[in-house]
């Protein structure tokens, strides 16, 4: 049984993105897609003194609608990455484990960006370490794969062999299963049961940035991600 995962990048992913990657034996960064303004893909929320918190990735848009999320370039005249790491340290600072895994965090922030989509793989993969997951990994823009939203899927799944497809619940709307099922392709959709741990500043927050479970849980991490798997038959 192969599985195949087919997602887009995503800035700082939340637990969810982890549970995908860990069940996959293929993971495919779907990157040549349309970048979705005031989505996943440059921002995510950490927890503050009063909240959740935004961090966001300033990108270049103007004049640029419809562009993929592989062409969207970071707008380096901001110092964003100063930015986030302030707020990582300052809201963390009591974490038990900030000091295990923020120096790596800084060491991916400060790197001079100009492409969004190198930031989030880089530091996707780089947080996949740190929890403990290492799985065959390629991008979309780079396999040469055609067709429509569907048989597009589908042709990914069989250029890899894939017997399973794990997707998200969003795609159940527009999924053609038939494809699939003509391909030989079970698919299976993530119904993902958030774990609760402890955090810090009251009450619990779920769905943030994997990096608030990582300095309150440590090692812990990849059980309290695998403890809120969940999948449902296509």
Excluded at 34 to 40: E, H, I
Excluded at 72 to 98: C, G
Excluded at 108 to 128: A, G, K, Q
Excluded at 173 to 199: K, M, N, R, T
């Amino acid at each position: 049984m192969t599985t195949v995962v087919i997602l887009q990048p995503s800035y700082l992913p939340w637990l969810g993105f982890f549970d995908q990657f860990d069940r996959s034996d293929v993971f495919v960064f779907y990157d040549d897609v349309q970048f979705d303004k005031n989505g996943w893909r440059n921002r995510n929320r950490i927890k503050g003194p009063m909240g959740a918190t935004w961090l966001t990735v300033p990108v270049r848009q103007s004049g640029r609608a419809g562009q993929a999320i592989m062409d969207v370039e970071i707008d380096q005249s901001r110092p964003w990455a100063v930015k986030h790491l302030r707020s990582l340290r300052q809201f963390y600072a009591r974490s038990p484990f900030l000091g295990r895994y923020m120096d790596g965090i800084e060491e991916v922030l400060c790197r001079p960006w100009s492409r969004l989509v190198d930031l989030d793989i880089e530091l996707s993969l780089r947080l996949c370490g740190m929890i403990g997951l290492d799985r065959e990994v390629h991008r979309a823009s780079a396999l040469g794969i055609g067709g429509d939203r569907s048989s597009r899927l589908v042709n990914i799944c069989r250029h890899f062999g894939a017997t399973r497809y794990l997707s998200g619940m969003a795609a159940i709307s527009y999924l053609q299963g038939d494809l699939f099922a003509e391909a030989g392709i079970e698919i299976q959709f993530q119904d993902y049961l958030h774990p609760v741990y402890p955090q810090q500043f009251g009450e619990f927050v779920s769905h943030l940035a994997v990096v608030d479970l990582l300095f309150n849980a440590g090692p812990d991490a990849l059980r309290l991600i695998r403890a809120g798997a969940a999948a449902l038959p296509g």
